[in-house]
């Protein structure tokens, strides 16, 4: 089935303490249709960059069968930029410098042909443009995942709250749930967000895993335990990418399948993060997901006979 | 089978968001003896306790058919006694007051007859008392489980590394696991300990989860997402407590079989914490356990039919 996909396409510049780089490829819509690319071939992308933004780059969406008609260059202008630098426990970041660029003016266009999408992830943005889109989509999609974060809770918390009640699906970190909320427990947060619209509600806690909710069941995934975290940039958006690409192929959004889709958006954040920037999910073979998804399997599975069931 | 455990058994005094105890029954062979007395009816107590200590307390030790012969009680002598503050996050807690009373000088004997125990649990203690207790076996149990903390990798390093160098499991939470093997990333702590001696350990991340090493693979038991966490203490102890109580009485040591105990010891702990001290694992009833079980079953069961495979 067909994915639309909105987010930033952007450079990013990163310090680890395992290394830094200069300017690479980043943005929530670049892991996103980089990820779900991997299930489904049948991935269209609104975003926007400058002038400077490599056409190799564009030539290796367009390998990946992402199609790239929503994708608006701006030739006078400069690609969005965002440089961070993370801490020892790769859970808390610095940003060092945000430079909007064609962010700044951003008016996303979803494309003819892409108005009756049955599937469509909102990567971060501001909430007012993730709402824009849904109001394009000529039909509404089978199911609609929103990513946001806290800046918005802080700066757009009526546009957030609108948008949020449109969507299918939230996906945010622990502290971005209790922050939504007002709630310290994630189990009364959880129920609180689904209150205010979405039917599920995904929370990243990112080494710890991630917890599906809906209004009966929670489900939970770890994450793989890993001898290194190289880079956990785009880790968010590769998870939600694989999760919403694997839905759009499965064309199954119960819950059941939902818990396969957090599965494999799991084992794709843990190939995200083992590089640099996208530099391993471009790479990434069938056999790697496979024997990873195997080790998801081998990592929870426990065999208990409860007498009395 | 027989299982001997050894630790503290103690008053404390504790403060939680959630409110405000006076001095009641804590101490790590406390949690372990009464989790271990779920599973099974063979469990041996080695510890000590002042005049001070309520016969009604002894009294519930022995309905539980625990066996208190080793329970040393100094008439003259006043209790163990820890007073704690909890912050929001319930992860991290103040020490406001440590008397230590008849621990200072607490020299622990293992009675004759549970000198050939199957089973062995060095709850948190002195490493060189823990140690003491293996030399007094007369045969060397089945399997020995050890916890310890980070206060004695600071002042007691050199015993703690023969004490470790002695056992079959090593229980302790992540941050320990860090100082332990001077390592970040957890999959190589665990790699660099299970170096000095142990087979297995078992890395305790409180609400995050467990996770259980060996050599060769490594299992993931989450912790079960409540809508409050009412009083943390004692979690540890009744997690080690579950894990070598459900060992000692199926009398399996396999890896496969150790998971099945991950998960037990982590349902007894989401007993544990849901109400101040032990009162919520004195009252607990079987078909509670076996319906947080099935609450683990579903949290993390998943089926994935790999295409290759």
């Known amino acids: 089935m067909s994915l639309l996909t909105i987010g930033t396409v952007a450079f990013d510049a990163i310090e680890t ?3 830094k780089t200069d300017k690479i490829i980043g ?3 670049t892991y996103i249709s980089l990820s779900a690319s991997f299930f489904t071939k049948n991935v269209g992308l609104v975003s926007v960059v400058g002038g ?3 056409e190799q780059t564009i030539n ?5 069968k992402i199609d790239v008609t929503g994708l608006e260059i701006q030739k006078e202008n400069k690609t969005f930029f965002w440089s961070g630098k993370y801490h020892t426990d790769m859970n808390t970041r610095d940003t060092i410098d945000t430079q909007l660029n064609v962010l700044a003016t951003f008016n996303p266009i979803v ?4 108005k009756n999408a049955d599937f469509l992830m909102l990567g971060n943005l501001m909430p007012k443009l993730q709402l824009d889109i849904i109001k394009q989509m000529s039909t509404r999609p089978k199911l609609i995942v929103m990513d ?3 800046f918005w809770m802080e700066t757009a918390a009526d546009d957030l709250a609108k948008t949020i009640a449109e969507v299918d699906v939230l996906t945010i970190n622990d502290a971005e749930a209790r922050q939504l909320a007002n709630e310290y427990s994630l189990v009364k947060a959880a129920q609180k967000i689904l209150s205010m619209g979405p039917k599920y509600l995904i929370i990243k806690k990112g080494e710890h895993g991630a917890l599906l909710f809906n209004k009966d069941q929670v489900f939970f995934a770890p994450a793989l335990p890993l001898e290194e975290v190289f880079d956990p940039t785009g880790a968010g958006d590769t998870f939600a990418g694989g999760f919403i690409g694997y839905l759009a192929e499965t064309r199954d959004i119960s819950f059941d399948n939902m818990k396969r889709a957090v599965i494999f958006g799991s084992a794709m954040a843990s190939f995200c993060v083992e590089k640099f920037g996208t530099q391993r999910l471009e790479e990434l073979t069938q ?3 496979d024997n990873r998804i195997q080790e998801f399997i ?3 599975q426990f065999d208990i006979s409860l007498v009395n069931e």
Chains 1, 2 share one sequence.
Do not use: H, R, S
Not at 60 to 64: G, H, L
Not at 111 to 114: I, R, S
């Open 27 to 29: 943005g929530a819509a």
């Open 298 to 300: 081998n990592l929870v």
């Open 17 to 19: 303490p395992f290394g």
């Open 52 to 54: 400077d933004f490599p």
């Open 148 to 150: 946001t974060m806290n």
């Open 111 to 114: 494309p003819q042909n892409w």
């Open 60 to 64: 290796m969406f367009k390998d990946k």
């Open 287 to 289: 056999d790697e997901v």
